[in-house]
Each structure stands twice: as structure tokens, then as C-alpha cells.
């Protein structure tokens, strides 16, 4: 013989009885009331599916849409909520500088292109006042290489008043070689450091063309 399933009414206990008892007054096993047996299952309702309209909502603090309030990723921009802000930002500008290199772009430069024998014939003529131009400039350039200020505005132009302080400006410069070797597909660029290095103290024009020929390329690359 079948059985009845259903609910106490009164403590709301599932029960389940031979269907011979259909219709007999019977007390409940778990709270002791009086109930009715019904003369079919009766399966309590289902419990309302919650809309994720209903639900709560927030913006997505990276691209404004709303989003579930409990969720970790945004499904819109794709960006991770849940992400501590520091880790977000840990990327290193050089990192995303070497990214666009490998896709085959160059990141936003201020544009500063000379002919490097230009640069030594100036740096000659005018006694090197024309090289406090060119740090400022360069400065610009190799700090939007490397994604950070590598060279500050103060240091490129005290560099080009003061001699000995060009040897601070391209221990400087030749840190940001790396950077630039990987956005112009020649890594060995970055062991021209300590060359530099000494150029500056020597010879800061002919440093000055060197750092500007390679300069140059990256505007050249994907021209």
C-alpha cells in the first residue's frame, strides 16, 4: 500500500503514515498535538526562488555597473573584488612596459627625437648648456620607459649645471636601461650601464648620444 507524506501543522515535523489512515485524528509524534491525517501527500510550497534583481546590489568600484554585493568578481569588467588593494596595484609599471613591448606597441612617450650626432655637436658648441635641456627632456622619456621617476626634474637640471653631478645622472639613466633594452627587442642594451657610468664623468656628450640613439629606436620600432 501507498503512504501520505506531509507536514505537521503544528510543529511543521514531516510525517509519513499508511495511507489507511487518511482522514483519522492522530497525535503528532514529535509535538503531541492533535492533527488530522490529509487523504493525500501535501508537500509543503517550495520556497520562493530569490531574483538576483531582489537581492542586494552594489557598484562595482572599478567600472561603476551594479553588481551582487557578495560577489568577489565583477561580471562586467572582469576585475577581482576581493583583492587587496596593494596586491592590485603590486605590478610593476616596468612590467606593463615590457607588455606592451612583447605586444608589439610602445607605451605613451613624450616624444624627444634628435639626431644623436646632433646632440654631441650641441653639447660642444654651447659649452654644454644645451645637455641641461636635454636631461630635463630625456629625463621625461626614460621615466615613462621605466613607469616610475626614476630621474626627478630638480636632479636632471642640477646635472646639467654642475658637472659632477652628471655621474649621479647617468648612474640614473643606466638604471633605466633595462626597461629600455626590453621595449626595443635588445636586452644587452642594459649592460651599457657602467659605459655610462663612466661617460659621464669624461665625456657627458658623447653619453648623451649614446642614451639618445637607443631612444630613438623606440620611436622607430612599430613607426
Known sequence: MSEITFECPECKSPLTVDESGAG?????????????????????????AVSTSTQAQKPCPFCGEQILAAAKKCKNCGEMLDQPKQERTAQPAAAKVAAASDAGTKPNLPVFKNEPIMVLILGFITCGLYLIYWNIKMAEVLNAIAGRTVI?????????????????YYYLAGSTLADLGKLIGKPEVKDKSTMLLLLGIFMPMVAAMIVQGHVNEVYEKKA
Open 152 to 168: 626627478a626634474p630638480v636632479a636632471a637640471i642640477i646635472s646639467g649645471c654642475c658637472a659632477p653631478v652628471n655621474v649621479y
Open 24 to 48: 483519522m485524528m492522530v497525535d503528532c509524534p514529535q509535538c503531541s498535538k492533535k492533527i488530522q491525517i490529509p487523504k493525500k501527500t501535501v508537500l509543503p510550497p517550495a520556497a520562493p
